[in-house]
């Protein structure tokens, strides 16, 4: 399975033939991002806010998307969705794996998604604060779960991401097992070591 990451919490996932994009940004939407022009079988959105459902930008094939996604209530803060809304989180199922997209996740798991979420294969987890949960919190996420590998996302890095989001260090610093890429993507494996997978954004 590929994992490939197109910035802010944008990912194409490319399992058994098919493709599925997660929460596309609108262009403009997110400073220092270059506009998506990709084309999948499904396009997936966490919520409604600009910078996380331009599905329109993806180019749909129209022969449909047989794998597995599940999908499962949350919230983009920390009040029940008081102020920001509901969220969804969702685990794709292909090869033998399990992939979650926790989308603007703004609040520490209760108990039922966090054993739906036990032990997935990887985790595509928000970690920049303001908008989502926080580092902090994103470390305790990473750790109940226990998936094997983390990838962070929708952060602030150089010149990319909201200037009021915290930054990669801010989360990388909380883990052991760091591993850099110099690509966008991630072969994911059922041999793939456990670490946290930080991929560099391509534009």
């Excluded at 599925?20 to 022009?37: Q, W």
């Excluded at 459902?53 to 094939?61: D, E, H, P, T």
């Excluded at 915290?166 to 690509?183: H, K, M, P, S």
Aim: some cysteine; proline content about 4%; hydrophobic content about 40%.
């Amino acid at each position: 399975m590929k994992l490939i990451w197109h910035g802010h919490s944008c990912f194409e996932l490319q399992a058994e033939g098919y493709t599925a994009v997660f929460d596309p940004y609108s262009d403009g939407s997110v400073p220092g991002l270059a506009p998506l022009h990709l084309a999948a079988d499904a396009v997936f959105c966490s919520h409604g806010h600009s910078d996380h459902n331009a599905a329109g930008s993806v180019a749909l094939s129209g022969r449909g998307f047989p794998l597995p996604v599940e999908e499962l209530t949350a919230y983009h803060d920390d009040k029940r969705g008081l102020l920001r809304g509901k969220n969804i989180v969702r685990i794709l199922s292909a090869e033998g794996m399990r992939v979650a997209h926790l989308g603007d996740l703004g609040h520490m798991p209760q108990k039922a998604l966090l054993e739906a979420l036990r032990g997935v294969d990887a985790l595509l987890l928000p970690v920049g604060g303001h908008f989502t949960i926080d580092a902090k919190t994103a470390r305790a996420v990473a750790d109940a779960v226990g998936a094997r590998v983390v990838v962070p996302m929708h952060y602030r890095l150089g010149g990319m991401g909201f200037d009021v989001i915290g930054t990669l260090d801010a989360f990388t610093d909380l883990c052991d097992n760091v591993r850099t890429y110099d690509t966008d993507t991630l072969e994911l494996r059922a041999d793939t070591p456990a670490q946290t997978a930080v991929l560099k954004y391509e534009g």
